[in-house]
C-alpha cells in the first residue's frame, strides 16, 4: 500500500529537479485549462441587496405597501415584456451560444490535450529531463481523435453522474482519475480498456486518494492568501508530482497484478 507522505516527498523532489519546467508547465495549463478565474462575492452582492432594497425598522409602511402594489410588479412585468420583445435578447442570446460553442471547442482542442500533455511530462521527469514538447505530444501522436473522445466521454460520465447528487459524481471523479495519465503514456489505448483500467488502479484506492487531495488544503489556503503567486511557483507543481507519483505506483501494481500489461501501459 502506498504511503502518502512518501508520495509528496517523491513528487517534491522530482519537480525540484527541473523547477522552472515544472512551473512553466503548470502555467500553461492553468491559463490554457482557464484557471486564472475572478469572481464576484456573495457578500458584494448581498451588500448591494441591502444598500438598495433594506430598509429601516421606522420605514413608511403605507408608502411601501402603495409602492409594492402599484409600482413594483407593473414594472417587473413591464421591463420583462420589453426584453423578451426586444432584439437585445436574441441578440444576448446568439453571443451566448456562440461563446459557449467555441468554449466547448476550446476545450475539446486545447484543454483536454493539454492536460494529457502536463501528464507525460511529470511522468517523464521522474526518470529524467523532459521538454516542454511533452505539452503537445497528443498533437503528434496521431490518435488526437480518439484521445479526445475518451475524454469528453470522461467528462459527460462524470457529469451525469453528479446529477444523481454529488457524492456519485465525486465516486466516479476518482474511478475515471487515472484516465488521463493512462493515455498519457499510451493515447492510442481504446476507450473501454482506459475507463476498466482506471476502474481497477482506483479499486481500494479512493478513500486514500481524496485524503491525498485533502492534505494540500493548507497550501491551497496559502496560495490564495498569496493571490495564487505561490500556487503557480510551488504549489501547482508540488501536487502534479505527487500525483505522477500515485499514478506510477498504480502502475506498477496493475503490471504486478496482471490486469494490465506493457502493451498497453507503454512507460514514458
Known sequence: MWIRSELKEK????????YWKSVLVCFITLLLGGG???SVGNNTYNSTINNNYGYEENYDDEYFDEYY?????????????????????????????????????????????????????????RE???TL???IFIYKSGNLKGTIITMFIKGLFQFLWSLLLVIPGIIKSYEYRMIPYILSENPGISRQRAFEI???????????????????????????????????FYVNPYVQGTNAELYAYLREDALNKGYANSDELLGF
Open 69 to 125: 402594489d402599484e409600482g413594483f410588479i407593473s414594472n417587473i412585468f413591464e421591463g420583462t415584456e420589453s426584453f423578451f420583445s426586444d432584439s437585445f435578447f436574441f441578440m444576448f442570446t446568439g453571443i451566448a451560444i456562440v461563446f459557449a460553442i467555441l468554449g466547448f471547442i476550446i476545450k475539446l482542442l486545447i484543454v483536454y490535450p493539454i492536460e494529457i500533455g502536463k501528464n507525460n511530462f511529470f511522468m517523464g521527469i
Open 11 to 18: 513528487g517534491k523532489i522530482n519537480f525540484k529537479r527541473f
Open 36 to 38: 486564472i478565474n475572478s
Open 128 to 130: 529524467g529531463e523532459k
Open 198 to 232: 482506471s476502474k481497477l488502479m482506483m479499486n481500494g484506492n479512493k478513500w486514500d486518494t481524496f485524503v491525498l487531495d485533502l492534505s494540500f488544503i493548507g497550501w491551497e489556503f496559502l496560495s490564495a492568501l498569496t493571490f495564487g503567486i505561490l500556487g503557480i
Open 133 to 135: 514538447d511533452s505539452l
